[in-house]
Nanobody, 117 residues
Framework: QVQLVESGGGLVQPGGSLRLSCAAS????????MGWYRQAPGKQRELVAV???????NYADSVKGRFTISRDNAKNTVYLQMNSLKPEDAAVYYC???????????WGQGTQVTVSS
């Protein structure tokens, strides 16, 4: 099993920045992919940014150039630095991890990001 705990959400004005953190615990050595999804009210959950195999990353087109995913392997933590935030970035952000060998996906509890003046 893998446990994921997010932190760092909150209220920010348009153009502002936030950094989300996701700390992983449990069977972390077998995690193959880890990153962030988001879900806005009335919309489907969508990929924001993830590490795929190795150090490869995948970003949603809507966040490229504004968001950066990074990780600290010593702390088993993945970060999402969000700059130039827009009202349409407002959503619940979920940390995600996947173990290919077991075909298992794991989700954090979510952290709310609100972008409003």
């Amino acid at each position: 099993q893998v446990q994921l705990v997010e932190s760092g959400g909150g209220l920010v004005q348009p153009g502002g920045s936030l950094r989300l953190s996701c700390a992983a615990s449990g069977m972390i050595s077998s995690i193959n992919s880890m990153g962030w999804y988001r879900q806005a009210p009335g919309k489907q959950r969508e990929l924001v940014a993830v590490f795929t195999s190795g150090d490869s990353t995948n970003y949603a087109d809507s966040v490229k150039g504004r968001f950066t995913i990074s990780r600290d392997n010593a702390k088993n933590t993945v970060y999402l630095q969000m700059n130039s935030l827009k009202p349409e970035d407002a959503a619940v952000y979920y940390c995600y991890a996947y173990r290919y060998l077991y075909g298992a996906a794991y989700w954090g509890q979510g952290t709310q990001v609100t972008v409003s003046s």
